[in-house]
């Protein structure tokens, strides 16, 4: 079945570098969003990609649907203690279901 | 505008006792999902339903939990009886379409212990 792959597992970092998480799907995907979970909390919806090849961005971050449309990236530009969680994205197939990645910790070292 | 909300928070019950979820998606949201989502890992789809019709229930456990969606605005999410397994967050979201074109909604989410 579809799969979405997201990479690394965790990621650790220290303020102000860069941070970036990948997605890989089995197959194509009609669109891919991306969310943020706080720790203890649930995830927010960040954004959605819809076009081969798209780049949004959103202050720091900033997000990328590959133009096979079958992967995408989110790249956070000198991070900060406020960009610590889980970040998902998640590809939607032909079905309308999300098939979710299983996310990236960044951690923040002191 | 209230978001998607869920009751209870948390909720301690022994294995063999059931256990109810509730949640109120967002007004004007006609999809609504059910979640449950481990620790360390992303969420798992339990049911997707679109009005009051339950449109994607492959992942539900059949044998032990059982959703409603009885009017098609809130939703009651059962599990009969409860085994260890099932600790988990269970997170209920609704969208505005059957895409989820501009997000899901998550509320936050009941925290279920089973001992």
């Known amino acids: 079945g579809q799969q979405v792959m997201q990479i690394p597992q965790y990621q650790h970092v220290q303020e102000g570098e860069d941070f970036t998480t990948y997605c890989n799907s089995s197959t194509t995907l009609s669109n891919i969003q991306w969310y943020k979970q706080r720790p203890g909390g649930h995830p927010v919806f960040l954004i959605q990609?819809?076009?081969s090849g798209e780049v949004k961005k959103q202050k720091r971050l900033t997000f990328q649907f590959g133009e096979a449309k079958k992967n995408s990236s989110l790249h956070i530009t000198a991070t900060q203690t406020t960009d610590v969680g889980t970040y998902f994205c998640a590809g939607s197939g032909s079905n309308y279901q999300l098939i979710w990645g299983a996310g990236t910790k960044l951690i923040i070292k002191p | 505008e209230a978001g998607v909300v869920q009751s209870p928070r948390y909720k301690i019950i022994e294995k063999k006792q059931p256990v109810a979820f509730w949640c109120n998606p967002i007004s004007g949201h006609n999809t609504l999902y059910w979640y449950r989502q481990n620790l360390g890992q992303g969420p798992e789809l339990l049911i997707r339903?679109?009005?009051?019709?339950?449109?994607?229930d492959s992942q539900l456990p059949k044998d032990r939990f059982s959703a409603e969606r009885l009017k098609g605005v809130d939703s009651t999410l059962k599990i009969q009886p409860a085994e260890l397994g099932d600790s988990a967050v269970y997170l209920c979201?609704?969208?505005?379409?059957?895409?989820?074109?501009?997000?899901?909604?998550f509320g936050s989410g009941t925290r279920l212990t089973v001992v």
């Open positions: 990609l819809v076009k």
């Open positions: 339903y679109e009005n009051e019709e339950a449109v994607d």
């Open positions: 979201a609704s969208s505005l379409d059957r895409w989820g074109n501009y997000g899901y909604t």
